[in-house]
């Protein structure tokens, strides 16, 4: 048998929660509930006590507490905001390994040989973690992670349970047989009178082996106090971050992009060094009045330090031109590598992949210019309307998933499609021979035959040839999106073809054949 | 051996051979006769020695001058987006990369239809002011621009961007009229068919395409733009008709 590792671990209770509350800087004892698939994920302790609890459904938690907060959970965010206590921690005592963001584990051995006592490294422990703010965390030392994660989790008032060596079985002893997380087993043992891990840990392991198997044998020694389980500690990731805080603010898009170019440069040189390419960051700016923008950017090859500039140039013009002014001044900008590559696969050939490559470069040169939207390759997608069908992807983008193109869309208008596809449809206006207004009533019936139209509100062309109206009735189950229009194609006297669109009694010209 | 004599001979004869047009040609040509003549010469003596011609569909590639479009020449056409896919739609579906600026109303469906391949087409739909810088780095790295100036532009930046387009080889379409282009193509004589009195849908058209270059009599033809299988070609004339015809 291998030999038990002294364990500490440490556990701050309703992690999800305070990753919430730090996140979204929301007050500490504000009533709150995360939702995941529409049942309660993890609730605060004030929700708790109005009676809000672990997988009640939405409604049952805001009938108990109708001022409750509702926030959906994100997994990444309990990760993200575990990351700086692990960093803490790691300066207190090393070799962190985490078990789920909220709970850590760490070897007992040498802290307290340190700090000279268990209490007094696990004291240390919960000052570091004071000092970030986080109160009301637990810590447990005991023989192996499972004894210990269950120490940290006792109801003892004491924020510290120590669990002497050799005392892991009677400490588990009266607890029941779900803490060892087997639905299936537990009801089993309970049917066979067991209730309790000490009575499970009587049973003779051989008989446990040749009726349970391996993992009831492994359940067994867990609930004996015999957890041979190992800590494994965490190789702590490498820095990669590029990060410039700007004091003053700067209040210029240029100033912030040439203040920021030393570190993008840094922020390069660095991923290099750890044979690292770069193929998408995540921008975050902060700004004077207490904005974060985020965002994230792709690249079809890799990032250079100049792209990085660019991309943060596009996020804080947004729309604007290069010199204009933000509404607030930049105090702190941070580029995260979000997905990185080694650099093996991405050297250029020996003789330089040629062609596309040169391409990309001369088009990004035309997006500094204009914006990352300035720049755009095409698709066409599924949809009925010429608009609907047209995909527009800025250069560098991945192809977002739509509706698809192959369907078979009922109700598209036929081939030839139309060669001038305006932006916005032009108002327009057609006439009968009397000079009345043609309109189509509630039952797609023609008042009148269309004998002129005017596209353009100046001149007024005689119809040579029409079709229509083409009905077309969308989504009308969402009031946003739904869609009725009548579509007439006509040919004019000079021989171009129109698509003309007849919406709520007002005629517009969608696009031309020409 | 005797063959081989024969063929020095034929080499060295060669040079001194009179050229056969002179000797055929009737003795006093009309004046109009000549100026078609000087202007075919011309037309044929190319302004650089090596001009190449990139793909070009092949309806389109028998009216322009040179027999196809030119590595580094300016085209303009007359309002049709038709017309400038069935020009797009040669060199992208031999590789070229293509570039529409200025162009936000590009049917990218009818593109797509027409031949052109969209993995190697980028629309920059509003350049602003920077058209003619834009248009210029586009035109550093792809093979055909299409530009719309929003405005006349000055000489001398015309001239600077047919210097530019000359040193990379690209070609230039532009929508509208353009102080030194190679050729201009309009269409006339529109006629769709499928579609009657509120019956039918468009299904293809017939049209008179005329490219008028600089040099020489504007040459046209009737073409489907597109024929009811949605591609691009000559209408064919029936030879006995034309026989009764003339």
Redesign the interface.
């Known amino acids: 048998m291998t030999a038990l590792t002294r364990t500490i671990v440490l556990w701050c209770p309703d992690w999800p929660i305070t990753a919430a509350v730090r996140a979204r800087s929301l007050a500490a004892d504000a009533p709150i509930a995360l939702i995941d698939r529409g049942v309660v994920f993890a609730c605060s302790a004030t929700a708790r006590r109005e009676g809000v609890r672990r997988g009640q459904r939405l409604r049952d938690a805001q009938v108990r507490c109708p001022e409750i907060v509702v926030l959906p959970y994100e997994a990444a965010l309990d990760s993200r905001a575990f990351e700086p206590v692990i960093e803490v921690i790691e300066q207190t005592m090393p070799g962190v390994q985490l078990v789920r963001p909220g709970m850590c584990a760490m070897r007992a051995q040498g802290p307290a040989r340190y700090y000279g006592g268990e209490e007094e490294a696990a004291l240390w422990l919960l000052d570091a973690l004071g000092e970030l703010g986080i109160h009301g965390s637990r810590v447990g030392v005991a023989d192996g992670p499972f004894t210990a994660e269950h120490a940290a989790r006792s109801t003892k008032r004491a924020r510290i349970t120590i669990v002497p060596e050799g005392t892991a079985a009677e400490f588990l002893a009266p607890m029941p047989l779900r803490v060892l997380g087997e639905a299936t087993l537990a009801t089993l043992l309970l049917r066979l009178g067991i209730g309790t891990l000490g009575e499970f840990s009587r049973l003779d392991s051989l008989d446990v082996e040749a009726r349970f198997g391996g993992q009831g044998a492994r359940l067994h020694a867990l609930a004996s106090g015999l957890d041979s389980q190992p800590v494994i500690p965490r190789v702590p990731p490498e820095e990669l971050d590029g990060v410039i805080a700007f004091e003053p603010a700067l209040d210029r898009v240029d100033q912030v992009a040439f203040g920021f170019r030393a570190s993008a440069d840094r922020f390069i040189q660095r991923l290099v060094a750890a044979g690292l390419v770069c193929t998408s960051i995540r921008i975050e700016i902060d700004s004077e009045s207490g904005d974060i923008s985020e965002r994230s950017w792709l690249h079809p090859h890799s990032f250079t330090a100049a792209d990085v500039v660019d991309r943060l140039r596009w996020q804080l013009q947004g729309s604007g031109t290069s010199d204009s002014g933000l509404s607030s001044g930049v105090t702190r900008v941070r580029v995260v590598p979000e997905s990185v590559d080694a650099i093996g696969n991405h050297e250029q050939g020996l003789w330089g992949t040629g062609h596309d490559e040169?391409?990309h470069?001369?088009?990004s040169?035309?997006q500094s210019?204009?914006g990352h939207g300035?720049?755009?390759?095409?698709?066409?997608g599924g949809g009925r309307t010429?608009r609907d069908?047209?995909k527009?992807i800025p250069?560098g983008d991945r192809e977002p998933a739509g509706k698809s193109a192959t369907q078979p869309w009922p109700g598209q208008l036929?081939?030839?499609?139309?060669?001038?596809?305006?932006?916005a449809p032009l108002p327009a206006a057609v006439f009968a021979a009397d000079d009345s207004a043609v309109d189509v009533d509630d039952r797609g019936i023609?008042s009148a035959?269309p004998s002129r139209f005017s596209a353009d509100n100046r001149t007024i062309l005689p119809i040579s040839?029409?079709?229509?109206p083409w009905p077309i009735a969308e989504r009308w189950w969402d009031a946003d999106t739904s869609r009725t229009a009548n579509r007439f194609?006509v040919?004019d006297e000079?021989?171009?073809?129109w698509l003309l669109v007849l919406e709520d009694h007002l005629w517009w010209a969608e696009?031309?054949?020409? | 051996m005797s063959a081989a004599i024969d063929i020095f001979e034929c080499m060295f004869e060669y040079g001194a051979m009179p050229p056969a047009a002179a000797t055929l040609e009737s003795p006093a040509p009309s004046g109009e006769r000549v100026r078609e003549l000087q202007a075919r010469i011309r037309q044929m003596q190319a302004t650089r020695l090596d001009t190449r011609i990139i793909p070009t569909h092949p309806a389109l590639a028998s009216l322009l001058p040179g027999g196809g479009l030119k590595e580094g020449a300016t085209y303009s056409i007359d309002h049709s987006a038709t017309l400038l896919m069935a020009l797009l739609a040669g060199p992208s579906a031999a590789g070229s990369w293509c570039g529409v600026v200025g162009v936000p109303e590009f049917g990218v469906e009818a593109a797509q239809r027409f031949g052109i391949d969209l993995e190697r087409l980028v629309l920059v739909p509003h350049p602003g002011d920077q058209w003619l810088g834009v248009t210029a780095a586009i035109a550093d790295v792809l093979g055909v621009v299409v530009t719309r100036p929003p405005r006349r532009a000055n000489d001398s930046s015309v001239s600077r961007l047919t210097a530019r387009l000359r040193q990379r080889g690209a070609t230039l379409i532009v929508l509208g009229p353009w102080p030194q282009s190679e050729a201009m193509l309009s269409l006339s004589e529109s006629s769709w068919s499928g579609m009657g009195q509120g019956h039918g849908h468009l299904s293809a058209r017939q049209v008179t395409v005329t490219v008028s270059s600089r040099v020489g009599r504007p040459r046209s033809a009737r073409m489907w733009l597109p024929d009811p299988q949605g591609q691009f070609r000559e209408v064919e004339t029936v030879p006995y008709l034309q026989e009764a015809a003339g």
Do not use: K
């Open positions: 040169r391409i470069h001369g088009l040169r035309v210019m204009l300035g720049v755009l390759t095409t698709a066409v010429l069908r047209e527009l250069w036929p081939a030839p499609a139309p060669g001038t596809v305006f932006e023609l035959v040839a029409w079709a229509g194609q040919v000079t021989g171009t073809a696009a031309r054949y020409d």
